[in-house]
């Protein structure tokens, strides 16, 4: 019988589960335009930039093992877009289609909304990435454009596929104040 999946708050900890699942998707997938995977120091660089914005950086496992994380970055830095934040997924390659993309990307929807967050966005590398746009589209975003062959990797052209879901009230009201964490730009 399979243990339960976990849902929790990332620790530096996690940092080199981290940079295993990511090398795997920068050296063998689409869903990011990253040709070099970064080393750990540089994982750790990111994920202190995340957390330490007080953004969230969530994690999901199984009997202590990271099978799989999501967090939130800046969409861009402009206060204009403080009420949007984009979103960013990796599954272990050996936890494919077991949910944990599914629990974490809608913990960290949920989370992001709890922060006041209106909209998310996810840019997700190659019209082809099926599973990231399916996964996108079951937790409720919508294709809303596609940016033709601007990246290159492997040897090919790359679309950037733009989706997008309201969060909380969306755009039924105009917030007042500063808004929620002001989002961090990382790569």
Request: aromatic content about 8%; overall charge neutral; proline content about 4%.
């Amino acid at each position: 019988m399979t243990s339960p999946l976990t849902l929790r708050d990332a620790r530096v900890e996690d940092v080199p589960a981290f940079q295993r699942i990511y090398a795997h998707h920068v050296l063998h997938g689409v869903g990011t335009f990253e040709e070099v995977p970064p080393d750990a120091a540089e994982m750790e660089t990111r994920f202190r930039a995340i957390t330490g914005a007080g953004l969230p950086w969530l994690v999901a496992g199984r009997d202590g093992a990271v099978l799989g994380y999501a967090y939130g970055s800046a969409y861009h830095v402009r206060s204009a877009y403080r009420f949007t934040i984009q979103d960013s997924v990796y599954v272990d390659d050996a936890a494919r289609g077991q949910g944990v993309g599914r629990a974490v990307l809608q913990a960290l929807v949920d989370r992001c909304t709890e922060l006041g967050y209106r909209q998310m966005v996810a840019l997700v590398g190659g019209t082809e990435n099926a599973g990231s746009i399916g996964l996108h589209t079951a937790l409720g975003f919508r294709t809303c454009g596609v940016v033709e062959a601007v990246g290159l990797k492997f040897g090919r052209w790359l679309d950037l596929v733009m989706m997008q879901k309201e969060l909380g009230a969306g755009r039924a009201d105009v917030p007042t104040g500063a808004g929620p964490v002001q989002p961090v730009a990382v790569r």
